[in-house]
């Protein structure tokens, strides 16, 4: 292993760092809503990390951990974690359908926040420790590709300006 390799983060430590970064958003939310600022804009960064975490979980990670994993447990983990990314897309859309009423929409987030905070939970706690004991899977390859698609989908959406000055 090159010392490159030995210092980048693998692929559970990336989505993990993800989930911190989003934790992070949910919780500017809930500080400006108790405080009744505005919530508009933690609320879109938050709804377009989602979208990203979502595209590299359900195309590349959840895609590899079936293929190198011969398990029911796993599957049935999988099966679950995308049902609840499912779920989540729903909400996100209605919430971007809801227009100019504020209420509306911090009701949707709030409810998205704890879908995910749930998903996370049970992310970390049942399948990334399964995930990690699976030595036919190269995390660090899965990693290389998760960031390249992250760069990819993060330029496709034009979000990379905003992105600087929020996350
Ligand atoms: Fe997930």
């Given at each position: ?36 600022g ?66 509306q ?10 879908h ?28 290389a ?23």
């Amino acid at each position: 292993m090159t010392d490159k390799a030995r210092t980048a983060l693998d692929a559970l430590e990336l989505l993990m760092q993800d989930h911190r970064e989003i934790e992070s958003l949910f919780s500017e939310f809930h500080h400006l809503q108790g405080r009744r600022g505005e919530t508009g804009p933690v609320t879109v960064t938050a709804c377009a990390e989602l979208k990203i975490h979502d595209t590299l979980e359900t195309e590349i990670f959840y895609p590899a951990v079936s293929d190198a994993a011969d398990d029911a447990a796993i599957e049935s983990l999988l099966d679950e974690a995308e049902r609840e990314h499912d779920t989540v897309l729903e909400l996100i859309e209605k919430l971007e359908h809801t227009g100019a009423d504020h209420k509306q929409r911090d009701a949707y987030f709030a409810i998205i926040a704890e879908h995910v905070k749930q998903h996370v939970l049970a992310e970390e706690t049942e399948l990334f420790p399964m995930v990690r004991k699976l030595k036919q899977l190269d995390l660090d390859a899965l990693a290389a590709a998760m960031k390249e698609r992250k760069a990819r989908l993060i330029s496709d959406m034009g979000y990379a300006e905003a992105r600087e000055e929020t996350v």
